[in-house]
């Protein structure tokens, strides 16, 4: 199954699907989509994501499934709700401790369709999968001993993306 992610807004309830193998290539859209819509008005009520065409996902997924539950608990008193998760899947998120802080859920709630399709644009770079590790990261020092040597690559290759975009800026003042 094709690496794909889905996602609709309707009655203030963020709906996202995920399916096939997610790895950080196809994060980044919705990353954005879901963080600017957590920061505006009205808040959101409620954030679904449906794991059950989802045959296995990367470590930045993870994080961004963090990220995605510590922004929307700083307006909610209700972390986001997984449901349809594999027995794959479910082993890394718990072994990765994401479990113990999404609610998990036996059925998810009818979701609204069409729902639109993400991820065909940026690509994710050194500096979004660092960020998504670090979110990892702070979930425990089996974590920290985990990606404590991908967190110092990604670091490097971030800086060296910055002073490449800084080239470029200056390139195109020339």
Do not use: W
């Amino acid at each position: 199954m094709e690496e794909a992610l889905f996602v609709r807004e309707t009655n203030n309830r963020i709906y996202i699907r995920a399916q096939g193998h997610v790895t950080a290539n196809s994060c980044p859209e919705l990353k954005a989509r879901v963080f600017d819509r957590l920061e505006a008005k009205p808040a959101v009520e409620d954030v679904f994501m449906d794991l059950s065409a989802c045959e296995y996902m990367d470590s930045t997924f993870m994080g961004l499934i963090v990220g995605f539950n510590k922004r929307f608990l700083r307006y909610s008193e209700r972390p986001i709700k997984l449901s349809g998760i594999n027995e794959t899947c479910m082993k890394l998120l718990k072994t990765i401790g994401v479990a113990r802080l999404v609610q998990i859920i036996d059925e998810a709630p009818r979701f609204p369709e069409p729902l639109e399709l993400l991820g065909t644009g940026k690509k994710a770079g050194a500096r979004f999968v660092l960020k998504a590790h670090e979110e990892l990261i702070e979930l425990s020092e089996e974590n920290e001993r985990k990606f404590s040597a991908l967190r110092s690559v990604l670091k490097d290759a971030a800086s060296e993306e910055e002073a490449d975009e800084l080239k470029f800026m200056d390139d195109k003042r020339d």
